[in-house]
């Protein structure tokens, strides 16, 4: 590409001639004032400013008007004071005349009135003095009464106090009382219980006891079968043994089922009859084991009855 | 200088946004340059096809357009070259007595070689139009980014922020995003109107070639005395 440009430099030309217009276009566009809203406020302060002037105007006015009335209105107060100036004059001088008649006879009357008054006066302390003693008896009494009201009152919350407190011994004795008897109530109840769970963990073992020992017993008698089965399974009898009795052998085994002794118990019959059932648990050795270890029995004794 | 002016934001501006800026600058710079020589040299290439055709169509002898162009000092190319290459073929086709339709073949094949060669030359550098065109505005967008960043961190630690601290930033980082813009929209019409013309073109030469290689299959059924004949 660069070759291409090379060889044409006049493109290069023209394109930075391009580019170059362009900006000058893009840097005059912007260098103008970014544009801003403008609010023309200028209208409206001159508007408000004409109505205050216009206002002051008619205010001016008016004020003028006012004190001219108040002027007016000044005069006539003055003369009127004036008359009443005169008047009051007048008035006092008569006033005064009036005052010396009233003077003179009130004076009179003040000398009658305090001789009226202090034999007015004799006469209040005279019945202030009755007054007084009436109400010191009076008192006296009064009090001699709330005396005894009081003592009557001591006494009765003396008594009321006494019967508070026997009321409230009693009312503790009952608690304690109450107290007692729950706690021995208790006592017994946990007693009891505590017997009665006793009373059921052996009837409980018990009765386990009796299920094992009843277990045991069916297994026993399992296992007592096996040995006689399988004794009886390799018991060849004997043909011509004549009558076939029952026969108890006593065998002794160890441990493991092995045979270590076989004796007769009561077995009559003939010689043949006996040894056969012998040869019979010979042959069985060693017995079959027992399901629980605890049945093992080193000394078992079993009874055989041929089968018809 | 005013305060929001557009040389003041760029002077302004941070050194990545700056560096964006001249990279759009530069890219712009070079798609304008090769629009102007691709645009001359369509042009050129469409008045030569017109010419040439309009001579290959008068009637000429061909031995003698084929003199006429071999010896011309000139480098020769479009129409011209194609034709200059399938005669030659075909000359020395014939001239190693090759079968007709094997000499038919030779001239055939050599003419696509020459069209190729001038569908390349039509497109050289046609792909830098369109990357600028498809390129530039991420990269006026990466600028106007970065200078929303820088004049958002420069908000960080202020209590009171308000629109006239960040307005010149934002406005700074456009500027990168304008430019972008600036540099890809010229580049992509160029770049599609560039394509349709190369088009057309290329159909041309290649209708010429068929046509061409017609005329080549009359002559070659003649007798070699009579190659050279008019058509």
């Given at each position: 590409?660069l070759h291409?440009?090379?060889?044409?430099?006049?493109?290069?030309?023209?394109?930075?001639?391009?580019?170059?217009l362009?900006?000058?276009?893009a840097?005059?566009?912007?260098?103008?004032e970014?544009?801003?809203?403008?609010?023309?406020?200028?209208?409206?302060v001159?508007?408000?400013?004409k109505?205050?002037i216009i206002?002051?105007?008619?205010l001016?006015?008016?004020?003028h008007?006012?004190?001219?009335q108040q002027?007016?209105?000044?005069?006539?107060q003055l003369?009127?004071?004036?008359?009443?100036?005169?008047?009051r004059k007048k008035?006092?001088?008569?006033?005064?005349?009036?005052?010396a008649?009233?003077?003179?006879?009130?004076e009179?009357?003040?000398?009658k009135?305090?001789?009226a008054?202090?034999?007015?006066?004799?006469?209040r302390k005279?019945?202030?003095?009755e007054?007084?003693?009436?109400?010191?008896?009076?008192?006296?009494?009064?009090l001699?009464?709330?005396?005894?009201?009081?003592?009557?009152?001591?006494?009765?919350?003396?008594?009321?106090?006494?019967k508070?407190?026997?009321?409230l011994k009693a009312?503790a004795?009952?608690?304690?009382r109450?107290?007692?008897?729950?706690?021995?109530?208790k006592?017994a109840?946990?007693?009891?219980?505590?017997?009665q769970?006793?009373?059921?963990?052996?009837l409980?073992?018990?009765?386990?006891?009796?299920?094992?020992?009843?277990?045991?017993d069916?297994?026993?008698n399992q296992?007592y079968s096996?040995?006689?089965d399988k004794?009886?399974r390799n018991?060849?009898q004997?043909?011509n043994?004549g009558s076939k009795p029952?026969?108890e052998?006593?065998v002794i085994q160890?441990?493991g089922?092995?045979i270590?002794d076989?004796?007769?118990?009561?077995?009559p019959?003939?010689?043949?009859?006996?040894?056969?059932?012998e040869?019979?648990?010979?042959?069985s050795?060693p017995l079959?084991?027992?399901?629980?270890?605890?049945?093992?029995?080193r000394?078992?004794i079993?009874?055989?009855?041929?089968?018809? | 200088?005013?305060?929001?002016s557009i040389?003041?934001l760029?002077?302004?501006?941070?050194?990545?946004?700056?560096?964006?800026l001249?990279?759009?600058?530069l890219a712009s710079v070079?798609?304008?340059?090769l629009?102007y020589?691709?645009?001359?040299?369509?042009?050129q290439?469409?008045?030569?096809?017109?010419?040439?055709?309009?001579?290959?169509?008068s009637?000429i002898?061909?031995?003698?357009?084929?003199?006429?162009l071999?010896?011309r000092?000139?480098?020769?190319?479009?129409?011209e070259?194609?034709?200059?290459n399938g005669?030659?073929?075909?000359?020395r086709?014939?001239?190693?007595?090759l079968?007709?339709?094997?000499?038919?073949?030779?001239?055939h094949r050599s003419?696509?070689?020459a069209?190729?060669r001038?569908?390349e030359a039509?497109?050289n550098?046609l792909?830098?139009l369109?990357t600028?065109g498809?390129?530039s505005p991420?990269i006026?967008?990466?600028?106007t980014?970065?200078?929303i960043?820088?004049?958002?961190?420069?908000l960080?630690?202020?209590?009171?922020?308000?629109?006239?601290?960040v307005?010149?930033?934002?406005?700074?980082?456009?500027?990168?995003?304008?430019?972008?813009l600036?540099?890809?929209?010229?580049?992509v019409?160029a770049?599609?109107?560039?394509a349709?013309?190369i088009?057309?073109?290329v159909?041309?030469y290649e209708?010429?070639v068929e046509?061409f290689t017609?005329i080549l299959?009359r002559?070659a059924q003649a007798?070699?005395?009579?190659?050279?004949?008019?058509i």
């Open positions: 590409m291409n440009l090379r060889r044409h430099p006049r493109a290069i030309v023209f394109s930075l001639l391009l580019h170059g362009v900006i000058v276009l840097v005059l566009e912007f260098s103008g970014p544009v801003k809203p403008v609010v023309s406020k200028r209208g409206v001159d508007q408000t400013i109505a205050e206002d002051q105007k008619k001016g006015q008016r004020e008007n006012i004190k001219q002027q007016q209105k000044r005069l006539q003369a009127e004071k004036r008359k009443q100036e005169l008047h008035a006092l001088e008569r006033k005064k005349k009036a005052e008649e009233k003077k003179r006879k009130a009179a009357a003040a000398k009135q305090a001789e008054k202090k034999k007015a006066e004799a006469k005279a019945e202030q003095l007054k007084q003693k009436a109400e010191q008896a009076r008192k006296q009494k009064a001699a009464e709330k005396k005894r009201k009081e003592e009557a009152r001591h006494k009765a919350e003396a008594l009321k106090k006494k508070e407190q026997q009321r009312e004795e009952k608690k304690a109450e107290a007692a008897r729950k706690k021995a109530e006592e109840r946990l007693k009891a219980e505590a017997e769970r006793r009373k059921e963990a052996e409980k073992a018990q009765l386990a006891a009796e299920e094992r020992q009843r277990e045991l069916s297994l026993r296992y096996m040995i006689r004794i009886t018991w060849r004997p043909v043994a029952l026969c052998v006593r160890g441990p089922g092995i270590l076989v004796t007769f118990g009561n077995c019959g003939t010689r043949e009859y006996r040894l056969s059932v040869a019979a648990v010979l042959k050795d079959p084991k027992p399901k629980d270890p605890a049945l093992f029995e000394n078992i079993l009874k055989f009855k041929p089968n018809e | 200088m005013n305060e929001m040389s003041h760029v002077a302004n501006a941070s050194l990545p946004v700056q560096f964006v001249l990279v759009l600058l070079l798609s304008w340059a629009i020589i691709k645009w001359t040299y369509l042009k290439c469409r008045r030569e096809a017109k010419t040439f055709e309009g001579r290959f169509w009637g002898n061909l031995s003698d357009l084929f003199s006429q071999s010896t000092q000139e480098k020769r190319y479009g129409m070259s194609v034709f200059e005669f030659r073929e075909f000359a086709a014939r001239k190693a007595e079968s007709s339709a094997d000499v038919i073949n030779a001239a003419m696509k070689v069209t190729a001038e569908i039509l497109e550098n792909s830098f369109a600028v498809s390129v991420y006026g967008l990466f600028g980014v970065w200078g960043m820088e004049s958002f961190r420069s960080a630690g202020v209590q009171q922020a308000t629109l006239a601290m307005a010149p930033g934002i406005s700074e980082a456009l500027v990168a995003t304008a430019m972008g600036l540099a890809a929209i010229p580049a019409i770049y599609n109107a560039f349709t013309e088009d057309t073109l159909a041309r209708n010429f046509e017609g299959q002559q007798p070699a005395s009579t190659a050279a004949a008019s």
